[in-house]
């Protein structure tokens, strides 16, 4: 079976060109929906990737019709391929159906992996100099040194309960409990 998948980024926007295309190029059937590429909630592609079979095709007008990032694209025609399930670009004329078409994606997906480690290696050496810097990444505490000092002070009168001391800081248990274990 030859299954389609068409997406929009707004309701505005209209998928006409897309189906006509999937229709020329024989899909028996389309998914449709309007929504970012790059969230994941896509519902109608959930179910497009549910249907498709052994020995199916899953076609697109356009590789960024289907995801936004070559990561997402990647983990998505490899579990494809993986369930032998054939992949296919109308515009890019990607065809993981032909020993040509496997060469392009498997070179896409190379790609992709090359650019996750550069990332990965920059953001290291970016926060190993941070570090070297003296600057600690992540979000700045909700209690300061000296507000936890006071709160540990406060629950040392058995009278006072966590969750009132929390209020009182205008924090969760939780917070405060993370607060105290850094004193």
Known sequence: MVIGY??????????????????????ERVYQEAGSGASRERPELAKCLDTVREGDTLIVWRLDRLGRSLKDLVEIITELEGRGVGFKSL????????????L???IFAGLAEFERTLIQERTRAGLAAARARGRNGGRPRKLTKAQAKKASAMLSDLSITKTEVAKHFGVTRATLNKSLECL
Do not use: M, N, P
Request: charged share 20%; hydrophobic share 30%; glycine share 8%.
């Open 6 to 27: 068409a997406r929009v980024s707004t309701s505005e926007q209209d998928t006409a060109l897309q189906l006509d295309a999937l229709e020329a190029s024989g899909c």
């Open 91 to 102: 515009t890019e004329t990607i065809d993981t159906t032909s020993a040509g078409g496997k």
């Open 104 to 106: 392009v994606f498997h």
